[in-house]
T-cell receptor, first 113, second 114 residues
Framework: DGGITQSPKYLFRKEGQNVTLSCEQN?????MYWYRQDPGQGLRLIYY???????QKGDIAEGYSVSREKKESFPLTVTSAQKNPTAFYLC????????????FGDGTRLSIL | GDSVTQMEGPVTLSEEAFLTINCTYT??????LFWYVQYPGEGLQLLLK?????DKGSNKGFEATYRKETTSFHLEKGSVQVSDSAVYFC?????????????FGQGTELSVKP
């Protein structure tokens, strides 16, 4: 089945560490997105990419970095500069053309030890 | 800027009750509108969508109509079930610009009791 795979499901980070969250899709979608979800809040956009080797900052990009070397993959690195990284992170993708909705993975929950 | 406002939860209903979750939006241009549902510990699933004014999206007994005059996209279901318990998010998407990004409301938690 086609879909979006996020791994790991749970991730723990020590203070001062960078961690990388994986997002892989086999839907042949051009555009990919990373969102952050905090309790009782909606999702906020961190970064997005519409094509390989190109990406743009979203609304809350500070303390995060991404890469898009392959169409299928859009990893997110939470750096030590992100002072409040505890959250639920969701990856999404959509076709690059047409009026199509985004499809979401099952998320990664990041916690600070 | 563009924004989405949802009615606050939690909303608690008895099985077979009528459901309305209000959603209003502010946007420049002509956004598409979506309702997503999130079950505990999971990602978001698309529930329904509408791409232009007066469109009605429907799925699994849920409906929502894109009302441009009232800038609203309220979610309704005639008879809820316990399995409908989840968090519901209204979102607008600027599909043809801004990279197709979505702007979400804060979510409305629905709890349906037997």
């Amino acid at each position: 089945d086609g879909g979006i795979t996020q791994s790991p499901k749970y991730l723990f980070r020590k203070e001062g560490q960078n961690v990388t969250l994986s997002c892989e899709q086999n839907l042949n979608h051009d555009a990919m997105y990373w969102y952050r979800q905090d309790p009782g809040q909606g999702l906020r956009l961190i970064y997005y990419s519409q094509i390989v080797n190109d990406f743009q900052k979203g609304d809350i990009a500070e303390g995060y970095s991404v890469s898009r070397e392959k169409k299928e993959s859009f990893p997110l690195t939470v750096t030590s500069a992100q002072k409040n990284p505890t959250a639920f992170y969701l990856c999404a993708s959509r076709p690059g053309v047409g009026n199509q909705p985004q499809h979401f993975g099952d998320g990664t929950r990041l916690s600070i030890l | 800027g563009d924004s989405v406002t949802q009615m606050e939860g939690p909303v608690t209903l008895s099985e077979e009750a009528f459901l309305t979750i209000n959603c209003t939006y502010t946007a420049t241009g002509y956004p598409s509108l979506f309702w997503y549902v999130q079950y505990p510990g999971e990602g978001l699933q698309l529930l329904l969508k509408a791409t232009k004014a007066d469109d009605k999206g429907s799925n699994k007994g849920f409906e929502a109509t894109y009302r441009k005059e009232t800038t609203s996209f309220h979610l309704e279901k005639g008879s809820v079930q316990v399995s409908d318990s989840a968090v519901y998010f209204c979102a607008l998407g600027m599909i043809y610009n801004q990279g197709g990004k979505l702007i979400f409301g804060q979510g409305t938690e629905l709890s349906v009791k037997p």
